[in-house]
């Protein structure tokens, strides 16, 4: 019998690929290292979801669901893998518990790790308590506590969201963009003005990058929600004791602004996963420039510069939910194809 198909972290892109090949009858071992399923979207709880307008607990849940309950998929969670050595259709794996995987093909979707704000400090995060971010604004609405600010749970009459942190920023050595956080703020934004339709909503940015469909949120947000949007570049965020101000320029008037706000949030990028470097060791792959795991070129969907080793959704960089899941699927044909062939040797 083929050996089963490792894949390893169960985020969008790799529930998508389990459930890909549990589908054609290939066994799977997924490996995870919290002790709940579905990345990011369920472990830092997220909100309503873009572009779907579903709640990730249901929509990621129940992809969660569709791999728990396939007698094809076992599941190891809490656990790394430490070490992985053999050749395509034979490769042998130990995990972090004490077991062993043996396994004919892996893929990589260990996805990304939240930019930490505090590499900002200019912009407050850390120093005062209403510097939130977009992930903390995410739990403050799918918890159902509402959005309030942390130092004293008040509603804020003012919000300021900063596009592009840690991203696009090249003097602290991320010059990606994060594809999505334009989008996710939009969408914030209108939940906010939803909750609270007295508070003021501004966003403040470089360029908007709704691409696409997206476009819809960067519109709807100013004629139905009538969010504030200001082309602009902050220099600094600071507090006169009682609000935050936030000071910059314009850059479409060409002046400087200072301004009064309760809450501020950033909208935090997506740096590599910060294991990067140790899976590229344990798996023998190589990472691109920026720290990201490299893929091949476009013949072999996903496939890394290690034979029989292949990679998926944020771990190759920025993502949204949609391509994860799709490069997942991908993975996974690509992952069968070699699992499955009798003289297994390359992809
Ligand atoms: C604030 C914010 C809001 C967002 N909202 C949206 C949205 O509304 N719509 C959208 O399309 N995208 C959104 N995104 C992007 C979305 O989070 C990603 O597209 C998605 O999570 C990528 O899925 P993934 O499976 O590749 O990675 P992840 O979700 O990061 O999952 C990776 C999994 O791998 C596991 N893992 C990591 N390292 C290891 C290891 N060494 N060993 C074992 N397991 C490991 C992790 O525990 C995790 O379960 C948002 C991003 C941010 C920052
Ligand atoms: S998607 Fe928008 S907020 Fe995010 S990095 Fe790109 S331009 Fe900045």
């Given at each position: 019998?083929?050996?089963?198909v ?6 969008p892109?790799?529930?998508a690929?389990a ?7 290939q ?13 990011a ?10 572009p779907?307008?579903?709640w990730?607990r249901?929509?990621i849940g ?22 992985f050595?053999?050749?395509?259709g ?14 004919g ?7 990304f ?9 200019e912009?407050?995060?850390?120093t005062?308590p209403?510097?939130?971010?977009t ?5 403050m ?18 919000v ?30 209108m ?15 470089m360029?908007?990058r709704t691409y ?12 139905e ?18 609000k935050l ?7 479409l008037?060409k002046?400087p602004?200072?301004?009064?706000f ?5 909208a ?15 798996f ?10 490299a ?8 496939q890394?510069?290690?034979?029989g080793?292949?990679v ?22 690509a ?13």
């Amino acid at each position: 019998m083929t050996k089963p198909v490792l894949v390893l972290g169960a985020g969008p892109a790799g529930l998508a690929a389990a459930h890909a090949l549990a589908s054609v009858g290939q066994p799977v071992v997924l490996v995870d290292k919290e002790s709940k399923l579905g990345g990011a979207p369920i472990i830092s709880g997220y909100a309503k979801l873009v572009p779907s307008g579903e709640w990730a607990r249901d929509a990621i849940g129940g992809m969660v669901r569709r791999v728990e309950e396939n007698s094809l998929v076992s599941i190891r969670m809490n656990a790394r893998v430490e070490a992985f050595e053999g050749e395509p259709g034979n490769f042998k794996a130990r995990l972090s518990d004490g077991s062993s995987v043996e396994a004919g093909a892996a893929i990589l979707c260990t996805g990304f790790t939240h930019f930490d704000s505090v590499n900002k400090p200019e912009w407050g995060f850390g120093t005062f308590p209403d510097v939130v971010t977009t992930t903390q604004v995410e739990q403050m609405i799918s918890s159902g506590r509402g959005v309030r600010c942390p130092s004293d749970g008040r509603k804020p009459q003012r919000v300021a969201i900063l596009l592009c942190v840690g991203s696009r920023d090249r003097q602290i050595g991320r010059e990606w963009c994060s594809k999505i956080c334009c989008t996710v703020s939009c969408n914030i934004a209108m939940e906010i003005r939803e909750e609270l339709p007295d508070c003021h909503v501004y966003i403040y940015y470089m360029d908007i990058r709704t691409y696409g469909l997206n476009e819809t949120y960067y519109w709807k947000s100013q004629e139905e929600f009538k969010v504030k949007y200001i082309k602009a570049r902050i220099a600094e965020v600071t507090s006169d004791g009682q609000k935050l101000i936030v000071k910059g320029e314009d850059t479409l008037v060409k002046r400087p602004i200072t301004i009064p706000f309760d809450m501020v949030v950033h909208a935090i990028g997506m740096d590599p996963n910060v294991e990067n470097k140790s899976l590229a060791q344990v798996f023998g792959v190589n990472l691109q420039e920026h720290g990201h795991i490299a893929r091949g070129s476009y013949g072999a969907s996903g496939q890394t510069s290690r034979a029989g080793v292949f990679v998926a959704g944020a771990a190759t960089g920025p993502e949204t939910i949609d391509d994860s899941i799709a490069q997942g699927n991908a993975a996974a044909m690509a992952a069968y194809a070699l699992a499955n062939r009798k003289d297994a040797v390359a992809a």
